[in-house]
């Protein structure tokens, strides 16, 4: 996978991300740091996972979590609290919306 910055703006940062089958996806996130385009790679490598195990991630709730990541509430599993201080811990987002946990 690769991504490219496309575009810095008020309230946004414009990602887009080219697969190893050269499909390309726009990703909006809401954390505008240029690292985000590295971070970006690691989430979309989580999910991906994921699916092959089994989880029914679906690609517009991965596209929420990364456009809304800063409105979403802190994670708390088993009982602790986590800071939600990186971009991948959207994954944790996304699990928590399709399986009803955390």
């Given amino acids: 996978m690769q991504s490219e910055i496309k575009a810095i703006n008020e309230d946004h940062l ?3 991300v080219k697969d190893k089958e050269g499909h390309i996806e726009q990703y909006e996130l809401d ?8 971070n970006i790679l690691g989430v979309l490598r989580i999910v991906d ?5 089994g989880y029914d991630l679906l690609q517009d709730d991965v596209k929420m979590v990364c456009e ?3 409105l979403l509430p802190a994670f708390k599993v088993d ?4 800071p939600k201080n990186l971009l991948s811990f959207a994954i944790l987002d996304i699990m928590r919306m399709e399986l009803g946990k955390f």
């Fill in 14 to 16: 414009q990602i887009e």
């Fill in 31 to 38: 954390l505008k740091g240029t690292y985000q385009s590295k």
């Fill in 49 to 53: 996972h994921m699916r092959t195990r």
């Fill in 68 to 70: 809304k990541y800063s």
């Fill in 79 to 82: 009982g602790r609290h986590f």
